[in-house]
């Protein structure tokens, strides 16, 4: 009983006294204007956007890591590509450079 009136009350889940303005998209709690905010277009409360922020650096240092690996080999073989069409045409170049033919 007591849990429905507070409920119908909408009060803040962390201040009883205090009005709730909006509920957390992710708990579906009610708080009020200090406890909650938008957070990329959700009104999260601040419980939850730590969470989240915490479960987001992990995610995103995962994501870095694995860039930088990605990044790491794509150079390599871009750079050895590149080595190799300079080498190539450098072995390619001096016959047509002698020749008299290539200016
Ligand atoms: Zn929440
Ligand atoms: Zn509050």
């Not at 889940?13 to 959700?42: D, G, M, T, Y």
């Amino acid at each position: 009983m007591n849990d429905s009136n507070k409920l119908l009350r909408r009060t803040c889940f962390n201040h009883e006294a205090r009005e709730s303005v909006a509920q957390c998209q992710s708990c579906s709690q009610p708080f009020c204007r200090e406890c909650i905010s938008l957070i990329e277009s959700k009104m999260t409360c601040t419980a939850c956007t730590s969470k989240n922020h915490m479960e987001d650096t992990t995610k995103s240092d995962n994501h870095s890591m694995l860039f930088l690996c990605l990044i790491v080999i794509t150079g390599g073989f871009v750079g050895y590509f590149l080595f190799f069409l300079l080498a190539s045409f450098l072995i390619n170049l001096p016959d047509q450079f002698h020749d008299g033919s290539y200016f």
